[in-house]
């Protein structure tokens, strides 16, 4: 949907103790914080981290094309204390941390769609969190966070201000670019525009230097559809299935404290109507037998690999994600989220061969489905806590069978086209004038 600027002209956001609004953690400011982003955005990406080239050619493309260009980050950074006025609210010992998805951006980012009140509160070398995160964690402005860097050295952080999800791209915190250096380097994620006079010119410029999207390049905007595999932020995976510890192991695996597997998975969980065994979160595991029950009752039976399915697949797996970094982020595995069948037929980068009918009743019950990620991962479904199965969307691969509906555009000027991305492997159009569709990746 289309990002509108609204302002509120007193007190944008409620007080922390003794807020009017019910089970939301806000915080006082006076300043008045945008509503929403202050401006359409769009951004460009790759199935991994930007190399320095990328980046640089990215952004030649977009300042030709009329826009501004930021370099984002995205990495997990490690919580390991919270203080607040000298005294505990957190403090882990012997490795063990809590992890935090991380938005790092210029502060001429933040000004440009968030707005000085918030661009100064970064610039001081403060962070935002987002009020799911700090519901969370139980959070107030003033608190100190004890981040760890990838050596593991301490660097405290003090929360400047408590915002809408949307402006920490619904995860835990936002800082800045300058801030975020004392953790180290860390790879660029994407590239955000602003200041887009034509979306078309965008594109133009980008061609210009060789940034074609849709193969290697995928393109977002901040108008785009609500994908039914899209997947939820980590502050509300937490809130929903609860916030755990961690510490590494051996190569990419990590151990999940003891106290939050036992309170929260469902240990050698034998489904019935259709026979497969894991362990998932107990949450996760009813939506799981809701899907197997509908798939059996439909004569679906058949295109679930059972054997291959509970020999390869499975559930939870205490490990990172297989495309992160140094900061990476825990696997949806280690919640216990997500779960893997048919994996011969369906593995990460290949062409999905689910059958649609199974996709789309894992979608009618929470799931989002990981064949349109990119790189496409069709073994997998993702639990998102809510209905998926009524979405219109241009899917890469099994689309919903409900019509796409109409999308509110922001205002380029009376006679711009504006081109809408989707997942769609063939073409169409809804613009505001005409003109063909940019076909892009999948992306979640």
Known sequence: ????????????????????????VL???NAGFPVQGLEPTMSVSTAENLTPQQVSLISAGVTAGGAVPYALKFPTISLTAQTRGGKDVLRLGEGWRIPMATMIVPIGYVRATDGDAMADIVARGQ???????????GAQVGDVLILRDRKFWMHPFTIGAIVADEFVDSG???MSSSAAAALGEMPVSR???????????VLAGLKKYGIRIGTVYRLRSSWDRENPDGTLGTATTKKLLGEFSYRPTVGSSILVAGTWTLRNIAWKMRYTDIKLGNNCHKIVAAAIQGALTEIKNSGLSRYIDTRNSNRYGGCFVGRYNRLASKFGAPSRHAWGMAIDINTDTNPQGGVPQMNC???????????AWGGNFWPADGMHFEYVGEPRDQLGYPSRYCPNKVPAMAVALPSFGPTTTIPITTTSSTTSSSTSTTSPTTTVAPIT
């Open 127 to 137: 962070v935002l969190m987002g009020e799911t995160a700090a519901e969370v964690r």
């Open 172 to 174: 835990d915190l936002l």
């Open 357 to 367: 009918d199974v996709v789309r009743i894992f979608r009618k019950w929470g799931f």
């Open 191 to 201: 590239i955000a525009i602003t200041q887009i006079v034509s979306p078309a010119s």
């Open 27 to 29: 915080a006082m400011d």
């Open 1 to 24: 949907m289309v990002k509108l600027v609204r302002w509120r002209t007193s007190i944008l956001i409620a007080a922390l103790v003794g807020s009017c609004v019910p089970g939301r």
